[in-house]
């Protein structure tokens, strides 16, 4: 099942960045350019699904938990705060855009935009479990 899912999760990843790529040769350009809304969106919750498939089993957290409308509206928020911020969508991936962008507006971020309950406990885990190590 997590195999199965995985894939799907890369495959889509894979074709929203496919379909996302102009052909201009300015790379700062492109990068702007190919991120909507959607790849932002797309992009963070294949993230987080990521995360909890291949996660450590002491994080009690589960693909359920994903599609809450709690956790759907704080991506959804998040994707926007970034875009007014910056003027960039994020692509939700970790690049190196996206940390710049989230590094310079995080304090703001964290004031403004509530975090669900699940993913905090879901964050103090990782902390807990990383303590122990």
């Known amino acids: 099942m997590r195999f199965t899912v995985a894939t799907l999760i890369i495959g889509f990843v894979l074709t929203q960045v496919g379909h996302g790529q102009t052909i201009n040769n300015n790379t700062e350009t492109n990068a702007k350019v190919a991120r909507t809304y959607l790849s932002c969106y797309n992009g963070s919750m294949s993230t987080l699904m990521l995360q909890t498939l291949f996660g450590p089993p002491e994080i009690k957290f589960n693909l359920t938990g994903l599609m809450t409308p709690e956790v759907k509206q704080y991506i959804s928020d998040s994707c926007k ?3 007014e911020k910056s003027g960039v ?3 939700g ?12 507006y995080r304090a703001e971020f964290m004031q403004k935009v509530k975090e669900p309950d699940s993913l905090i406990q879901r964050d103090q885990a990782y902390i807990q479990l990383n303590k122990t190590k």
Do not use: C, G, Q, R
């Not at 991936?93 to 310079?104: G, H």
């Open 93 to 104: 991936t970790d690049n190196e855009l996206d940390k710049e962008i989230v590094s310079k």
């Open 81 to 83: 705060f970034y875009y």
């Open 89 to 91: 969508w994020l692509t």
